[in-house]
């Protein structure tokens, strides 16, 4: 079991920058593949950023490529979501997930079994 504890979300004005941090609990990040996902009002919860187990390889949906960066501190058992130019449609809660298989790097929400409450994120034009 893992708990997953999302920070830093807020109210930011569009062009602007958070950065999102999910800090876990109950095992070890450093053989799992981690993402976060983000749900606006009315609208199916999507694929944001992902990180593979290794570390080694990241994947952005075509909406935030190169504006958002996944990464990890594995000392912290802590992954980062780095948002920068943000536009009002990135508006939404964003989630962290991890999934219940080690050395699997699947992507999709069916991939992940556990979940963050989610923080807020607004932007504002």
């Known amino acids: 079991q893992v708990q997953l504890v999302e920070s830093g979300g807020g109210l930011v004005q569009a062009g602007g920058s958070l950065r999102l941090s999910c800090a876990a609990s109950g095992r070890t990040i450093n053989i799992y593949a981690m993402g976060w996902f983000r749900q606006a009002p009315g609208k199916e919860r999507e694929f944001v950023a992902g990180?593979?187990?290794?570390?080694?390889?990241?994947y952005q949906a075509d909406s935030v490529k190169g504006r958002f960066t996944i990464s990890r501190d594995s000392a912290k058992n802590t992954v980062f979501l780095q948002m920068n130019s943000l536009k009002s449609e990135d508006t939404a809660v964003y989630y962290c997930?991890?999934?219940?298989?080690?050395?699997?790097?699947?992507?999709?929400?069916?991939?992940?079994?556990?979940w963050g409450q989610g923080t807020q994120v607004t932007v504002s034009s």
């Open positions: 997930a991890a999934p219940v298989r080690a050395y699997s790097n699947g992507m999709s929400a069916r991939d992940f079994a556990f």
């Open positions: 990180i593979n187990w290794s570390g080694t390889n990241t």
